[in-house]
């Protein structure tokens, strides 16, 4: 493939995962397949940088305006999160717990999660996953790593998407964004994009906080946290469900969020 047409679909898988991802303008792509489809998901952690970014901008800016209100930091930055992701993480991860609450057949389940409406695991899924949130952030800036933890989390929550499509786990169903984008990561390129996150982190851990080796190993393992969520949820959809759904890709992020969130609270 030439290099304009390399340019070119990369160009489409960015706007396709800026607009699956988040409520932001990312205009109309070009061309709109499975390899885009892919790509798209390889992009995702640099659309979670972009979205980490400006939550980090607002926690920050809450401790400029209020540096003894920690608790209203971490709940705007986990609200502008949530919000420019347009609640459709939070949407998938209700759908996910209702059809694993329901402890039905396969069929079943898949047909829960196309219904609108939400179930009381989905309610509980969601109040626990954003109490975990802010209690989580809160620490972090109360440990003077408060907007690197929401941008890191938010980085490494993104990256359970190349990892929860990689090659081996097909689509539950014929239709929806599962079918769109599973089974389109090789592994090979989620390790890499691994690796670029983890890198980056780690740089943003030295440049911008007082070193410390704990600190540097939380950092490290909220992105393998995140990648290891992804493996296990994924895993329980392919048994549960025969494969990844969109609900259960948003479901992962959601999930990995929390995640990442504790093992820096823990550790700075």
Sequence with gaps: MRPPEQAQRWGDAVRVSVGTLTVLPAGVPGRVDREVGGRAMVVGPAVGVLVGGIAAGVVALTQLLKPEADLLAAVLGVLVVAGLSGGLHLDGLADFADALGSRRDRETMLRIMKQSDIGPFGVVAIVAVLLLDVAALTACLQAGFGWQAVLIAT???????????????????????????????????????????????????????????????????AVLLAVATSLLTSRRAVRALGGTTGDVLGATVELAFPVALLALALTV
């Design 155 to 221: 980085t490494a929550s993104r990256l359970t998407l190349p990892w929860s499509c990689r090659t081996s786990i097909p689509a539950a169903r014929p239709d929806g964004l599962g079918s769109f984008v599973a089974a389109t990561v090789r592994p090979l390129t989620a390790a890499l994009t691994t690796a670029a996150v983890l890198a980056t982190t780690l740089g943003l851990t030295w440049l911008t906080a007082d070193f410390g080796v704990l600190r540097s190993i939380g950092s490290a393992a």
